[in-house]
């Protein structure tokens, strides 16, 4: 057996509601957003832990010459950034919520990165896109149980207005 240093890496996401007096709504929204970064409000509430998954950053094997150099080198890393996706599951509306780091990069990187999401997007698109599909010729070619469904001539109530004349 042998012995490693992981890091990983869990987003935690709060949320702070905030009433704002504005103009607009975009002014609104940068009146809270100006807000919140200087909130006192210590506890944001936080989203479910259930709902988002660990990401292992980093991977360090470890021996017996290892020290505290290899331990603060995986602890001070930062490598690894992320890019937020925000989706309304209620509507089913998207968007990417671009990261200040984003702006930083070289513009090479940058392409080369967006390029990498798009392909693991598009890949997980046509897997749900599939999904969907064979769901939907599940229930369409599923036969009814018809032998327990009575025929007969359907009734036609008038409205309560049409039995007055």
Same mark, same amino acid.
């Given at each position: 057996?042998?012995?490693?240093?992981?890091?990983? %890496?869990?987003?935690?996401?709060?949320? /702070?509601? /905030?009433?704002?007096?504005?103009?607009?709504?975009?002014?609104?929204?940068?009146?809270? *957003?100006? +807000? @919140?970064?200087?909130?006192?409000?210590?506890?944001?509430? /936080?989203?479910?832990?259930?709902?988002?998954?660990?990401?292992? +950053?980093? =991977?360090?094997?470890?021996?017996?010459?290892?020290? @505290?150099?290899?331990?603060?080198? $995986?602890?001070?890393?930062?490598?690894?950034? *992320?890019?937020?996706?925000?989706?309304? %599951?209620?509507?089913?509306? #998207? #968007? &990417?919520?671009? +990261?200040?780091?984003?702006?930083?990069?070289?513009? /090479?990187?940058?392409?080369?990165?967006?390029?990498?999401?798009?392909?693991?997007?598009?890949?997980? *698109?046509?897997?749900?896109?599939? #999904?969907?599909?064979?769901? +939907?010729?599940? &229930? @369409?070619?599923?036969?009814?149980?018809?032998?327990?469904?009575?025929?007969?001539? @359907?009734? $036609? =109530?008038?409205?309560?207005?049409?039995?007055?004349?």
């Amino acid at each position: 057996m042998k012995n490693y240093l992981i890091r990983l %890496c869990k987003p935690e996401f709060k949320t /702070l509601v /905030l009433e704002v007096e504005a103009d607009s709504a975009e002014s609104a929204a940068l009146e809270a *957003y100006k +807000q @919140a970064t200087v909130s006192s409000e210590q506890s944001w509430k /936080l989203t479910d832990d259930a709902d988002y998954m660990m990401d292992v +950053q980093m =991977i360090l094997p470890t021996s017996e010459t290892s020290n @505290a150099e290899d331990r603060e080198f $995986i602890e001070d890393a930062k490598d690894s950034r *992320y890019l937020m996706l925000k989706a309304e %599951c209620d509507t089913g509306e #998207g #968007g &990417v919520l671009m +990261q200040p780091w984003v702006h930083e990069q070289d513009h /090479l990187l940058m392409a080369d990165l967006i390029k990498d999401w798009q392909m693991a997007l598009d890949e997980a *698109y046509e897997e749900h896109l599939a #999904g969907f599909t064979e769901q +939907q010729y599940t &229930v @369409a070619d599923s036969p009814l149980p018809m032998q327990n469904v009575v025929r007969r001539k @359907a009734k $036609i =109530i008038p409205f309560p207005s049409e039995r007055r004349r």
